[in-house]
């Protein structure tokens, strides 16, 4: 091949390269993580970022090269857009409000005008266009998707084993003990009898629910949509619960009568899976490039060990349904094409900057099994300790004759400007003796006065978006 064949070889395969520049984002996190928030950020920094140069560490605005960026309607008119705006608003109001818990899909484009810098590509276009796909939507649907992957009795099974745990026996007793006097096996009619399984998987749900509002607790047994039912407030296939009983748990299911409760709430379960919860994640999940994770670090070092193990188990889940290997169950379903996986811990700002290492090191090791599977399959996996909306500034005070570095904000009564110790977050995974003497409080902040024209304040968003879209804007 001659020396011309080579380089014009070299810079087709640069430019198509550089020209893939739609990136579409899943931003993925339990409930409370930070989803929102950060969407609203990430939106606000790239907008002003043209105008204000104040991303150090994502390239194309530090070159100078982001000239412009802009939020454009979505071309899938379906789906509402993510109001942004009206979280700026919030934000940034008198009264200032974080934006409300999300109760449905919204989505979001960014188009980001930049000046090209690879000098094949220049050749042919000196300004390009980098668009943005953003999806939010509640956190609560994500603990649907390990649930693709399980029948109904793999399903019930868990179940069993999550009930069974004595922090929630108080909960659950008397719906336990409901669900185990049934009669399952027992052929039924289901027009009559779907009334009865609507008050008791209404019953079950209302006991979860309960327990989840004063623990912070997530869980398999509770799905999503029974949280936030959205379109399905009221269906049929909403309507299932568990099976409890482990002698029936062990028999051989092909038996079973076909009209059986247990036949009934297993194809009410099905229909939960293929047309309730496939769906969702085929739509907004199947053309994902990348993705973030968020993990409120803070609040699961603040909830004890019992609750620290539930969520692992949850994020280990989690990242399996979406781990990208051959044999895995979800790429055989939706063929998922991420290869940028940011594990990032959220609310940094209510940490002092000299443990935000600390903090980053214990969730690396609480996700270090589900990162381990992912990068296998040769994806890029990166953690980052991050806060979208900084509510504090770090501030050094003396504590016997010592330097503390501590954190500044306005008190959630008062207003007033307090200084904040959190306590010493501890590194590495500890054990249930050491979870009970770790005496750590992330007390939030008041939002800071704010200006909506503005950058919103942050802890490394810049080095978020370098790592997750930096190389589009070649
Ligand atoms: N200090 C601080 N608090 C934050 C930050 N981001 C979010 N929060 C707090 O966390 C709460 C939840 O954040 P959201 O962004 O609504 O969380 P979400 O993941 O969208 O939650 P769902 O919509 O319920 O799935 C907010 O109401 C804030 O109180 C941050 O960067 N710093
Ligand atoms: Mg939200």
Not at 130 to 150: A, F, S
Not at 426 to 432: G, M, N, V
């Amino acid at each position: 091949m001659s020396w011309l064949d080579a380089t014009l070889k070299k810079s087709q395969h640069l430019l198509e390269r550089g020209l893939d520049r739609n990136v579409r984002l899943a931003v993925t996190g339990l409930s409370g993580a930070g989803k929102t928030g950060f969407i609203t950020s990430l939106i606000n920094q790239l907008l002003t970022a043209p105008t204000y140069h104040q991303l150090t560490f994502f390239k194309p605005n530090a070159d100078g090269r982001l000239t412009a960026s802009k939020l454009a309607q979505h071309p899938e008119l379906h789906i509402p857009g993510f109001d942004y705006h009206g979280a700026i608003d919030r934000l940034t109001g008198n009264n200032p409000v974080w934006p409300a818990s999300t109760r449905g899909v919204s989505q979001a484009q960014i188009k980001c005008r930049f000046h090209v810098s690879n000098k094949w590509v220049k050749k042919v276009q000196a300004d390009s266009t980098v668009t943005i796909d953003i999806i939010d939507y509640p956190g609560e649907w994500l603990l649907d998707l390990p649930l693709l992957g399980m029948s109904f009795k793999e399903w019930c099974q868990a179940c069993v084993k999550y009930l069974s745990s004595e922090r929630r026996e108080a909960f659950c007793s008397r719906i336990k003990s409901e669900i185990t006097a049934l009669d399952v096996t027992q052929a039924v009619d289901e027009t009559s009898t779907s009334n009865q399984l609507g008050v008791v998987a209404k019953k079950y749900t209302e006991a979860l629910l309960k327990y989840r509002e004063q623990h912070n607790d997530f869980s398999l047994a509770l799905p999503g949509r029974f949280i936030l039912p959205g379109e399905f407030e009221g269906a049929p296939t909403l309507e299932f619960f568990p099976i409890l009983n482990e002698d029936i748990l062990s028999l051989d299911w092909g038996t079973v009568p076909a009209n059986s409760i247990i036949k009934v709430l297993e194809k009410r379960f099905n229909y939960y899976k293929n047309e309730v919860i496939r769906p969702f994640f085929d739509e907004y999940f199947s053309k994902v490039d990348r993705q973030i994770v968020l993990i409120d670090t803070c609040s699961v070092l603040e909830s004890g060990y019992d609750s620290y193990i539930d969520l692992k188990q949850t994020i280990e889940k989690l990242l399996d349904g979406y781990s990208y290997g051959r044999s895995n169950w979800l790429k055989r379903l939706f063929s998922p094409s991420i290869d940028k996986l940011l594990i990032a811990t959220s609310k940094v700002d209510l940490v002092p900057p000299d443990q935000h290492a600390a903090l980053e090191s214990f969730m690396q090791k609480m996700v270090a099994q589900a990162r381990n599977n992912v990068g296998y399959e040769g994806v890029d996996v990166e953690t980052m300790a991050i806060s979208a909306i900084s509510t504090s500034e770090p501030v050094i005070t003396e504590h016997d004759g010592q330097k503390l570095h501590c954190v500044k904000g306005k008190d959630r009564g008062s207003g007033n400007s307090v200084i904040h110790y959190p306590g010493k977050v501890p590194e590495t995974i500890l054990s249930r003796s050491q979870w009970n003497q770790l005496e750590i409080d992330f007390s939030p902040f008041d939002i800071p006065e704010l200006n909506a024209d503005e950058p919103l304040p942050h802890i490394r968003m810049d080095k978020v978006l370098q790592y997750l879209i930096g190389d589009k804007f070649l």
